[in-house]
């Protein structure tokens, strides 16, 4: 059965297409099968992305490999327990469709709401990129310094994140792998930088996630949005685009993501 | 009655509460009295900042003006025709409570909800923050080529503010303002930038909004919410942080967009 890659975050423009994006095209130029759903459908960035890819593809003749993909809508009926269960039966008809692939990988929205949690509740891998940010880290964990000591309160997502391990638990299925990604790097700004470096690995060890090598601030990761391509892509004499260092620093990164999440063998 | 300020956009992370916090510290710091609701009550990045800015003024002394604050939570009926009249009437609520400020401004969610919706409703003038990304400006328009010209076709959240412009021409209010601001932007990556520049451009004629100047990514815009202050803080001796040239490129920067949305004529 396929290997289930959520990648989760309520604060909004976090990276969460960004990061499902690069991954998806990881695994499709390793040679694996992958089926993608778009949790987030009604802002559909990851639906969009792969449109363009699609439309690249179909104009230009390009040898480049695009996902199996669906978007799954939220349930607009107004009964909420009829909505959940149409939300559930979306999104299991989607993941059937899809039940052939080696990976699937779920984009979800920058908000709470209950097809999202349902998604979660489905990761074997969970991928949290989160800025270097205290607004952002606000919502894994409420930060106070009381007498000089640094405490950690888990904050609405990380509740969110443990209550669907819960759930995984009693259901006896395996457990969440947590992975926790840094975006948005600064190349400069070490202090603020070190801060949140610390801060992260107290947040890893109290809830129990691990820490993944992070993407810097690229605009490579998101200047190619148009075509539907990824920096991944520009070693295919199609993509048209000169490399630069920037360009081969963000494909070490990403590579380092997936060795992280120990999906790449040869890669490593 | 208060001027009202709304600053929204669907898009997640494109800059809203900040852009709010620092939008309430100037009008503060320019004397004027301001009301604040958060309309993302259950994230509440902009009531964290606040709540963190209370208690460094109760911890310190310091003399740094707080706004009177609301959180005006989503309704939780599942009815959905009460559910929009409770939204209004806590909406409504806070606007009464607040109705003796010279500024009110609103931050909304990053995702759409008629909370979101009727909050925009009410916006004099509305900001919109927007990353300089393709990705980001795709909830304003779909970016098409089309036999060598430029295809612009309005993205969901443009469509909602048309809605609002609607029902409010219906309702004989005076138009709402509508102002989007560039924020995040790269100190280097000039070809991106440019190209930004020119469709947000085309897209200002488009959809009828005007183009503020923005925000450079800088740290010193996030890394005070800890203590729940600004940059703006930063000449009161009370904030114990020392001034470099970013943080006057910064101080700039805010002055600038007052201007741009005619709130300080003793600042121009
Ligand atoms: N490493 C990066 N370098 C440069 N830009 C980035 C990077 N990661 C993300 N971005 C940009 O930051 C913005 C937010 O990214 P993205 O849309 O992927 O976040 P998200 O978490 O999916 O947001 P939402 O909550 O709205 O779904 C986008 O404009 C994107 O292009
Ligand atoms: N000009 C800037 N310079 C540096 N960092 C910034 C700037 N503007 C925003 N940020 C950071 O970018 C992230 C997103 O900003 P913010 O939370 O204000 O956006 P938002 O639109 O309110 O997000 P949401 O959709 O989740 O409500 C935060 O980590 C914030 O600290
Ligand atoms: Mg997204
Ligand atoms: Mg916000």
Redesign the pocket.
């Known amino acids: 059965r396929p290997r289930i890659i959520v990648v989760g975050n309520?604060?909004?423009?976090?990276g969460k297409s960004t990061t499902s994006m690069h991954l998806i095209v990881s695994l499709l130029r390793e040679g694996f099968t992958v089926g993608t759903i778009d949790l987030d459908a009604r802002q559909g960035t990851l639906s969009r992305y792969i449109e363009n890819r699609q439309h690249f593809v179909q104009t230009t003749n390009a040898q480049i490999a695009v996902p199996e993909h669906r978007r799954v809508y939220r349930s607009a009926v107004e009964d909420s327990e009829i909505s959940k269960q149409e939300d559930r039966q979306n999104l299991e008809r989607a993941m059937e469709e899809l039940w052939d692939r080696d990976y699937l990988v779920f984009d979800t929205p920058?908000?709470d709401n209950h097809l999202s949690r349902l998604g979660h509740s489905y990761a074997d891998i969970l991928i949290t990129p989160?800025?270097?940010?205290?607004?952002?880290m606000d919502?894994l964990a409420k930060i106070e310094v009381v007498d000089d000591d640094l405490k950690l309160t888990p904050s609405t997502y990380s509740q969110m994140v443990w209550e669907q391990r819960q759930q995984r638990a009693i259901q006896r299925k395996r457990p969440i792998d947590w992975v926790v990604m840094r975006n948005?790097l600064s190349h400069i700004d070490a202090k603020n930088k070190r801060d949140m470096g610390l801060l992260l690995e107290h947040l890893a060890k109290r809830l129990q996630f691990r820490l993944a090598p992070g993407f810097g601030e690229r605009v490579i990761f998101r200047e190619l949005f148009p075509k539907g391509l990824t920096l991944l892509d520009l070693d295919s004499e199609d993509a048209g685009i000169s490399l630069s260092m920037s360009h081969v620093a963000a494909r070490q990164e990403v590579r380092s993501l997936l060795q992280a999440i120990g999906l790449s063998g040869e890669m490593a």
């Open positions: 309520e604060k909004g423009g976090s920058g908000s989160l800025n270097d940010s205290f607004l952002d919502m948005r």
